[in-house]
């Protein structure tokens, strides 16, 4: 097939939306014509033929959202079997959802004097009322559409905001390209010797490009408590290191933080980590917890309630769930427990790699490709080319 992928930022260091859409990608490109439609291009793979679409006003972000929108429809009208959007827009006959949509963000739970104000502020926004507007188009009910989520608590909160969807709704989930196991002694050593860590101690691993949506705040007043010994390596997203130091100092944590930026490659984090923890306050799958679970370190992660991936978990079989990603006191003890007992560490390494091997992105790309190809089914005229 010919396919159309849509994606504003295509560079794994853009976040999980992104690498999502490059592992699958790299995995439909070995059996498929792969065009990548992409205001920032930082990816290169054979068979892959990129399309750089313009930005001429990256701000505000709704109006570039419009421009991205409307570009892409125009490239992509005709000459593809399918096109399959990453983005908010009203085209594509693919469309996956990676956040919880604006709909629920805004109205969910709002009724009397609080919904009426609430459609005050929509009203008088032309930020909201766009994106309001652009997701009624893309999850309106159309033949051989199909509308993806990457858990089941998404597809939960997209039932209760587009309840007219639900015909056209699959869940797939996110995968990992392979399952590395854990680092040898020599590995970790070199992978905290390359990233500027100290060799000794217990290294708590933090990767989320949105510091605070991820609970970075709960981790750091958690480590504050614990043994000196225990530091965390923090990979993500640079804009938001300075306004964390500050935390950090307060804390008296200025020697036990250390700020590694955004990682082209997180593995040697991996490598150098004895546990990732998660204490996400939004995330609709967290691909950071299944990579970590593929380098066989143990997790920490916060419930389905708040992450997508958890509703797949088992507490204490394969990950240790924190019931409120807010409660610093439990994850606290969490992670006392977690370093106090081999077993349970043990049992966490060896059942998170083996949740980790269910989910490979070549089974995932599979699931994708039946996506692809009953989106097509029965369309009898010959897709045109270009």
């Not at 939306?17 to 790299?26: D, H, K, P, T």
């Not at 593995?267 to 950071?288: K, S």
């Not at 066989?296 to 990950?319: K, M, T, W």
């Amino acid at each position: 097939m010919r396919i159309a992928v849509l994606n504003r930022q295509f560079k794994a260091t853009g976040g999980g939306a992104e690498r999502y859409s490059i592992a699958l990608v790299e995995q439909l490109a070995a059996r498929h014509e792969i065009h990548v439609f992409a205001q920032q291009i930082e990816h290169e793979w054979q068979g892959v033929t990129y399309h750089r679409i313009a930005a001429p006003l990256t701000r505000p972000r709704w109006i570039n959202q419009i421009w991205f929108a409307l570009a892409t429809w125009r490239a992509t009208r005709r000459g593809f079997d399918v096109v399959h959007s990453h983005e908010n827009t009203w085209h594509g006959q693919v469309q996956t959802v990676h956040v919880v949509p604006v709909r629920f963000s805004l109205f969910q739970g709002r009724t009397g004097v609080r919904l009426a104000l609430r459609w005050l502020k929509v009203i008088t926004s032309p930020r909201l009322l766009t994106y309001l507007g652009m997701e009624h188009l893309r999850y309106r009910v159309q033949d051989h559409r199909c509308v993806v989520v990457t858990s089941e608590s998404l597809k939960v909160t997209m039932l209760d905001s587009f309840p007219q969807s639900s015909g056209m709704l699959s869940v797939v989930t996110p995968g990992v390209a392979s399952v590395p196991g854990a680092a040898s002694e020599m590995e970790r050593l070199g992978a905290r010797d390359a990233l500027g860590l100290p060799r000794s101690g217990r290294c708590l691993l933090f990767v989320g490009n949105d510091y605070r949506k991820k609970g970075l705040d709960t981790l750091l007043q958690s480590v504050a408590s614990l043994p000196p010994e225990i530091y965390v390596a923090v990979v993500g997203n640079a804009a938001h290191i300075a306004a964390y130091q500050e935390t950090v100092h307060s804390l008296g944590m200025r020697d036990r933080v250390f700020f590694l930026g955004a990682l082209d490659d997180v593995g040697p984090a991996y490598q150098a980590a004895d546990a990732l923890v998660h204490p996400t306050r939004e995330d609709t799958f967290a691909m950071v917890v299944l990579e970590a679970m593929a380098h066989g370190l143990p997790v920490v992660v916060s419930s389905a309630r708040f992450c997508g991936i958890s509703g797949l978990l088992r507490d204490g079989e394969n990950a240790l769930i924190l019931v409120d990603p807010h409660d610093v006191p439990a994850l606290t003890q969490t992670l006392e427990r977690l370093f106090a007992e081999p077993e349970l560490n043990a049992r966490l390494r060896i059942n998170g790699l083996a949740f980790a091997k269910r989910h490979l992105w070549s089974q995932v790309a599979q699931s994708q490709e039946r996506l692809y190809a009953s989106c097509c089914a029965g369309v009898t005229e010959d897709v045109p080319r270009r």
